[in-house]
């Protein structure tokens, strides 16, 4: 009799063992695989975490920023807001176009030389006074009164240049007249008024107003916006909710338009920074007119410099406009204003003048 035969149980023992060898040994590999994983997830873990601590926070205003440029990016329309609901095929005010090509920014303007030899409050005013007071192109077409549904009711001198070669008539008639006024509130708007009812689109900006954007018939409307030399700091601007500037190339990128046909301003002293950065910035190319209320009898804001300085100033930002095209064509001495030049009653000057220039290369 062999062994094995002899034996039973010893065989059941045998077979049990190497059962409980291959369970083991499956036991264990499963082990080890669950192992190498926990180790993979946690490597990716602590490489994101890595990532994130070296990464840059930004502020919560930018955050909140980036959120709300992403979501612009998608529309197409900006709407505005009237007192009346508005029919599913009336026209919006602000189409939001590509944005525009980014150009070069000028940091200072050239100033001109010397009036003379040796720096002279005297030279510098008398050169830039006659300078305001003659005009350097004719135009034979100016009156508002002229263009269909105006009556001669304007009491200031607005003047545009409505001659034939400039094209602006043209673009009033065919209803395609883009004008941008810059106030700081309580003036006069019937200039406004009969450029929205003679076919042009109009745009205000007035910080005084109390809704953000007013409609006021088909072709005009009121935003409560004010024009700046500089964007807010946007931290800043995170904690003052009424804060509502913005630069002039910032709010023609908003809103999707490429070109102003006029650009009127009157805004106390702040013109000469704001004409600065249009052209640092080469607004004015993208401007057919101005119509510009200037006033000498103080610098102005944030205009640094002994008074002669600031004379060259003024008179070298008006030289950069002839030098882009720029030709003045009406000049109008206000004699109801005080007769103040940087506060001295001299030079027989104005404290106010209202100048209208025309860009000879518009199309």
Request: net charge positive.
């Amino acid at each position: 009799m062999s062994p094995t035969a002899s034996c039973p149980s010893c065989c059941c023992a045998a077979k049990e063992r190497r059962l409980g060898t291959g369970f083991a040994f499956r036991l264990c590999l499963l082990s080890v695989t669950l192992l190498l994983c926990l180790q993979l997830g946690l490597r990716r873990s602590w490489d994101a975490a890595a990532v994130a601590e070296h990464k840059p926070q930004l502020p919560p205003s930018s955050r909140r920023a980036g959120k709300v440029n992403e979501v612009s990016s998608r529309r197409q329309v900006t709407y505005i807001r009237s007192g009346r609901r508005r029919g599913a095929a009336e026209p919006t005010c602000c189409l939001q176009g590509a944005p525009r090509r980014r150009k070069t920014i000028r940091w200072h303007i050239d100033l001109q030389p010397w009036a003379s030899p040796t720096p002279s409050l005297s030279n510098e005013a008398l050169r830039l006074l006659q300078y305001i007071s003659t005009a350097q192109i004719s135009c034979d077409h100016m009156n508002v009164k002229d263009l269909p549904g105006n009556p001669d009711i304007l009491k200031r001198p607005w003047s545009i240049c409505l001659d034939d070669r400039f094209n602006l008539v043209h673009q009033i008639k065919s209803k395609q007249c883009r004008l941008y006024s810059l106030g700081l509130g309580g003036d006069d708007n019937q200039f406004e008024i009969s450029m929205a009812n003679s076919g042009c689109e109009v745009h205000r900006f007035d910080p005084s107003i109390k809704s953000a954007h007013i409609q006021e018939g088909q072709r005009l409307w009121y935003h409560r916006l004010s024009i700046d030399w500089r964007d807010p700091n946007p931290v800043i601007a995170a904690h003052k909710l009424h804060a509502h500037t913005k630069k002039l190339g910032t709010i023609l990128n908003d809103f999707g338009h490429h070109k102003i046909d006029i650009l009127k301003a009157d805004m106390e002293s702040a013109e000469w920074k704001i004409l600065e950065n249009l052209i640092l910035e080469d607004i004015v190319g993208q401007i057919g007119q101005l119509v510009f209320e200037i006033h000498v009898h103080w610098p102005g804001f944030e205009v640094s410099g002994n008074d002669s300085t600031v004379v060259r100033y003024w008179y070298s930002l008006l030289k950069e406009l002839e030098l882009r095209d720029f030709r003045l064509f009406h000049t109008y001495k206000d004699s109801s204003k005080p007769q103040l030049f940087l506060k001295r009653e001299a030079f027989n000057a104005s404290s106010c003048y209202t100048l209208s220039w025309v860009n000879t290369r518009w199309k």
